[in-house]
């Protein structure tokens, strides 16, 4: 008797974390409000602890990294100056990145900063770190000073 109640249990067990898991499943992308909320946090901590800090903190830290969620900073000329999903790209001039369609990507954020200071470049295609896909994406960004920080969400 007291096998049978133990299995029943197990059982009950699994399957409660198999829903669970389910529902940590739907959940695993980044939303616009998420990358909103992380670029103005990144923007604090610009503020509070200076460019070098931050821009480490972005890159390699893990303070701002949330599932397909991390911070990226561009100098108003294209250069990157924090990637929290490629370290090997900061530092490089992107101005002329392109993504698979020919959109002029960091052209698009430094037009968009340069011109109204915050908001959603949209339209684009990025590899998501997550599901190392070329998915479509969108990006909202802030101009702080000379830089621009932004958080994008990835739209499978």
């Excluded at 067990?13 to 389910?22: E, N, R």
């Excluded at 946090?41 to 599932?67: P, W």
């Excluded at 561009?74 to 999903?85: E, I």
């Excluded at 990145?97 to 915050?118: Q, R, S």
Aim: proline share 3%; aromatic share 8%.
């Amino acid at each position: 008797m007291h096998l049978i109640s133990t299995l029943k249990f197990l059982l009950r067990t699994a399957a409660c974390t198999l829903l669970m898991s389910g529902v940590a499943w739907a959940g695993e992308a980044g939303t616009a409000a998420e990358a909103e909320a992380m670029v103005k946090k990144a923007v604090a901590y610009i503020k509070a602890n200076g460019n070098e800090k931050a821009f480490e903190e972005f890159t390699n830290g893990k303070t701002f990294k949330d599932r397909d969620l991390y911070i990226v900073v561009y100098d108003l000329q294209g250069k990157n100056l924090a990637q929290g999903a490629n370290p090997k790209l900061v530092g490089k001039d992107l101005i002329g990145l392109k993504d698979p369609d020919g959109k002029p990507i960091i052209k698009m954020f430094v037009d968009l900063a340069k011109e109204k200071g915050k908001g959603w470049v949209e339209g684009y295609k990025f590899l998501n770190p997550v599901s190392q896909k070329i998915e479509g994406k969108a990006m909202y960004l802030e101009r702080l000073g000379d830089v621009l920080v932004g958080c994008g969400v990835y739209k499978s």
